[in-house]
């Protein structure tokens, strides 16, 4: 044997390299690198699947999105709009309440006028009646004493003369 071949045989990193080399022999013959390589498809795959899937829910997220974006602005326009009638609104109860009141004060004045007026018409009856009793008293003190003083009244003489002419 040439000596280049027994300090090959002899030599334990030839060895190393010999059992390496059968080694890799034996795990392509059994199909290791077919399972390796499987497993990391099915790993990338498995990958794919997870960023398809993120995908499609930041798609949905941003559909979603959309959606509240113009939910939110019509909530904001309706609000704006409700606003606006209820302003309105306020804005045509307060003329209205402005109107009754003056309406009411009218009323209210027109009432106390005509209190007034029944009040002013009472007292000129009242001092009506009174100057009517005060001018009967002062007929009866006077005729009472005239008659004390005279035992006949020539008016009344007169007066009961004249009657009797018209009985007959």
């Not at 027109?110 to 007034?116: D, F, T, V």
């Amino acid at each position: 044997m040439p000596e280049r071949l027994v300090e090959l045989i002899t030599d334990a990193h030839f060895w190393v390299g010999v059992a390496f080399l059968l080694f890799l022999i034996v795990m392509v013959a059994v199909g290791v690198h077919k399972l390796a390589w499987n497993a990391l498809a099915e790993s990338g795959r498995k990958v794919q699947a997870q960023l398809d899937e993120a995908a499609h829910l930041r798609a949905e997220a941003q559909t979603l999105l959309e959606t509240i974006k113009v939910q939110r602005a019509e909530a904001e326009r309706q609000a704006a709009e409700m606003l606006a009638d209820a302003e309105d609104a306020a804005l045509r109860l307060q003329a209205d309440a402005k109107v009754r009141l003056a309406e009411q004060i009218a009323r209210r004045g027109q009432m106390a006028e005509r209190k007034i007026a029944q009040a002013e018409a009472k007292a000129e009856a009242d001092v009506r009646a009174a100057a009517a009793d005060l001018a009967t008293q002062l007929a009866e003190q006077v005729l009472a004493r005239r008659l004390a003083g005279a035992k006949s009244d020539p008016l009344i003489d007169k007066a009961i003369g004249q009657l009797a002419g018209r009985l007959q």
